[in-house]
């Protein structure tokens, strides 16, 4: 039986301001959530939705403002706090120890014990395998979080929370690495929760996400609170133009591929898997020529990972070639393959694509920094060189930091962190650049400047590597697009002749095709 609630509002933040060094990531910021309801936070990659977020899960203490549960003023001062209010948070970047199994994740803070004080993960896992079962997050619980996927790791993040019974619910990002049918099974399983009397805030980029599952959609901008509407009175188009202050178009613009001569080829890979006996890529051949981007697609789990790690040097393979400009790469090293013209936007941006601790001025140069621009004669670092390189992508890029060049990457926004990567690799002007989920996190207005960036490098005779789980963003930006099923590519198709549903045949194993 349900508590009776007070007020309209299950959470209220009122007037809240937060400061960093050199910014004010929350403004007077004033968000009322209703009992029962979806509540989206929309806003740019650094407005201050999940520092607001981590304000109300106890992470960040605010400078001013209050917050009230129920009506009621509460104190947060930290996720021990938020927990025992019943505020459970998904959070965009992971909050998972790698050495741990998934099950010692999800039930670390409340182990259960027996009454001599025992360990006793029997009916924790038995709750765990329901709780997965019932929301169709279907996970290993014996799996090390180390040894699984970044969607496996995000359907642990969910289960951690629904796990402690948590009835204030906030998802940061919660589909920025799921496939579309997971993305589906997630937004029913939000309703769901909505309808058994759990609040959600839900920050997303994703505007038909929003438009999908929110009842209502707040806007944040630089910090500041711009409004507040019902998603079923507004449309996407007023939403990004709120979001980003200006109209947004939402399909990539380009001229035909004129591809020329193969850049990289791919012959018979095959690469192991950590997490289990069998082979993650089975021989697997491919090639990408100058002026086109290839996309492989397919749910998250299917080898896509492995074969990056194999293509950029981070994983050694088992047997097969790897060629670029004709030249055997596939013992080289990853700086030697940088050094020969391959870029990589990886998957993990915190695991293989920035030094946290590093600035961000440091982080832009960590491919180049011992060139002779950036490093003298003695093995000193030209740091004026450096800061102007690094400033003048800033501006380039709308890289927002706190500091500026200085800023500690740990400390800027996902968005902006990837932001960083990705003007990193794509100034270097690669001969191959391999792009994995390069747009996850952004917002709609770095989006569309980030897939402009992509097709520039098309047209300017690169040959591009898209690797992509999301299906308007694989079949709007690829001249071709390569499907892998089970670590073999079962299908070679033409995105202006395919579909979403022909494609999710092919992803899901339903359908092969000869490549």
Same mark, same amino acid.
């Given at each position: ?28 910021? $004033?968000? %009322? ?14 407005? #201050? +939705? @999940?520092? /607001? ?125 799921? $496939?579309? %049918? ?14 058994? #009397? +759990? @609040?959600? /805030? ?314």
């Amino acid at each position: 039986m349900q508590k009776e609630k007070a007020g309209e509002y299950a959470i209220e933040m009122l007037h809240i301001t937060k400061r960093f060094p050199g910014i004010i990531a929350n403004d007077d910021v $004033t968000i %009322q959530l209703r009992h029962g309801e979806i509540h989206a936070l929309l806003g740019e990659n650094g407005a #201050g +939705k @999940s520092t /607001l977020m981590s304000v109300l899960f106890g992470l960040y203490k605010p400078e001013e403002g209050t917050i009230l549960k129920d009506g009621v003023e509460v104190k947060i001062n930290n996720p021990n706090d938020a927990n025992a209010l019943g505020i459970g948070m998904v959070h965009q970047h992971f909050k998972l120890v790698e050495c741990f199994t998934v099950l010692d994740n999800i039930i670390l803070g409340v182990e259960p014990t027996s009454r001599f004080g025992m360990l006793s993960k029997g009916e924790a896992r038995k709750r765990v395998l329901e709780l997965s079962d019932k929301y169709g997050l279907q996970v290993d619980p014996d799996a090390k979080i180390s040894d699984i996927t970044v969607g496996m790791q995000q359907r642990t993040e969910i289960l951690k929370m629904l796990y402690r019974d948590n009835d204030i619910l906030i998802f940061d990002e919660p589909t920025a690495v799921l $496939t579309p %049918q997971e993305i589906q099974e997630l937004m029913q399983i939000m309703r769901n929760l909505s309808a058994e #009397g +759990k @609040s959600i /805030l839900f920050i997303s980029h994703k505007l038909a996400e929003i438009m999908a599952v929110a009842d209502r959609c707040s806007v944040l901008r630089k910090g500041k609170y711009i409004g507040t509407v019902n998603t079923k009175d507004v449309t996407m188009e007023e939403l990004s133009a709120m979001m980003v202050g200006r109209n947004v178009n939402f399909h990539v613009e380009k001229a035909p591929a004129n591809p020329g001569e193969v850049v990289l080829e791919v012959k018979n890979l095959t690469v192991a898997s950590k997490a289990h006996s069998n082979n993650a890529v089975k021989n697997v051949s491919f090639n990408v020529r100058r002026g086109e981007i290839v996309c492989i697609a397919g749910i998250d789990g299917n080898g896509q990972s492995e074969l990056v790690y194999a293509l950029t040097g981070l994983e050694p393979i088992v047997h097969g070639t790897i060629k670029m400009d004709g030249k055997d790469i596939t013992k080289a090293s990853i700086r030697s393959r940088s050094k020969n013209g391959m870029s990589h936007i990886p998957e993990d941006r915190h695991k293989h694509g920035l030094v946290l601790d590093y600035s961000l001025e440091y982080n832009l140069v960590l491919q180049t920094y011992f060139e002779s621009r950036f490093t003298d004669r003695i093995g000193f670092l030209r740091r004026k060189n450096i800061r102007s390189y690094s400033n003048g992508l800033i501006d380039q890029f709308d890289i927002r930091s706190g500091q500026g060049a200085v800023t500690a990457a740990r400390s800027m926004s996902g968005g902006n962190q990837q932001k960083a990567i990705i003007a990193r690799e794509i100034d270097r002007q690669p001969e191959v650049l391999v792009a994995v989920q390069p747009t996850r996190g952004l917002d709609v207005g770095a989006i569309e400047y980030i897939h402009k960036q992509l097709v520039a490098q098309r047209d300017a005779g690169k040959a591009v590597l898209l690797v992509s789980l999301e299906m308007d963003e694989v079949l709007d930006v690829s001249d071709r697009i390569l499907v892998m099923y089970e670590g073999e590519i079962v299908g070679e198709l033409d995105p202006k002749k395919t579909n979403p549903e022909e494609m999710g045949l092919y992803m899901a194993g339903a359908k092969r095709g000869t490549v």
